[in-house]
């Protein structure tokens, strides 16, 4: 039990890395506050945590609004009496009722990248300032966020989502520096291609096999994720803050195939 006593959000936690994370936090004994928009995921993600002996409960939040972000960290702070774990994991690059997409800059719809800054940068931004007064209060605190290597090697055509992980990197650093001596810690993980239980339910051999040749050793799956997660939500890592961890297959380290 890792996480024995510690009490824990993670943003976007009813499918895919956010999922098996909030799942992971569960078994190794953190209170879980599970967050999305699709209640009846959201409950599916409580039940497997409850059937493992572990404690969640579904928070139906819409955090692009800076309101709901403090509320609902409020409400997991309420519920579990006490916050000491904070995943921003939630990604988007549109708001609701705002159907847009991604580009390269000369073609930037000015509603996406707004979107796609507000919901990767900012909203983490708006629920670590809520998170961290509980954290200070309880005398320690880890927050990791989730990010991408297209912050650090983008690809063509996604200007939005690689500028808007790239803020929630320096965000990170930002953080580290201005509480690590609160003993509030942050951290980020950069994930190559991981295999998306929904996303790729249906993967051709062929994409696989392009996929596969963007890595050294193997595609990630959420599960290499989480157990990083772990580590850095847990007191092992109580000497680490700060880092961008490249949890790529060894990606970034060598030359590989890209996304055509």
């Known amino acids: 039990m890792r996480l024995a006593g510690e009490r824990a959000l993670v943003t976007g936690s009813t499918s895919g890395i956010g999922k098996a994370i909030a799942i992971e936090f569960g078994a190794q004994g953190a209170t879980v506050g599970v ?9 599916a993600v409580v039940d497997q945590i409850t059937a493992g002996g572990g404690t969640a409960r579904f928070f139906p939040v819409d ?8 509320a609902l960290v409020a409400a997991v702070h309420e519920w579990a ?15 609701s009722g705002v ?7 000369g073609d930037m719809d000015t509603a996406h990248w707004e979107a796609a800054l507000r919901m990767n940068a900012t909203a983490p931004m708006w ?3 809520a998170a961290i007064p509980h954290m200070r209060a309880a005398g320690h ?8 290597r297209q912050a650090e090697r983008p690809s063509g055509g996604l200007s939005a989502y690689a500028a808007s992980k790239g803020a929630m990197n320096a965000l990170t650093r930002a953080i580290a520096v201005e509480y690590g ?14 295999l998306n239980e929904r996303r790729d339910a249906e993967i051709t051999p062929d994409r696989r096999a392009r996929f596969e040749g963007m890595h050294v050793t193997r595609l990630g799956e959420a599960s290499d994720v989480a157990h990083a997660a772990v580590y850095l939500a847990s007191q092992e890592s109580g000497f680490l803050t700060g ?4 949890l790529d297959g060894g990606s970034s380290i060598a030359r590989a195939l890209t996304i055509g």
């Open 127 to 129: 629920l670590s300032r």
């Open 181 to 194: 001596a609160e003993g509030i810690r942050c951290n980020t993980i950069s994930p190559g291609y991981v």
């Open 243 to 246: 880092i961008n961890l490249q």
């Open 141 to 148: 605190g880890s927050i990791i966020n989730i990010s991408s």
């Open 81 to 95: 009496d006490g916050l000491t774990i904070l995943v921003n994991n939630a990604v988007g690059g549109s708001l």
């Open 35 to 43: 967050h999305g928009r699709n209640a009846e995921r959201g409950a």
């Open 99 to 105: 159907e847009t997409q991604d580009s390269k800059v």
């Open 63 to 70: 955090i692009s609004i800076e309101a709901e972000c403090e």
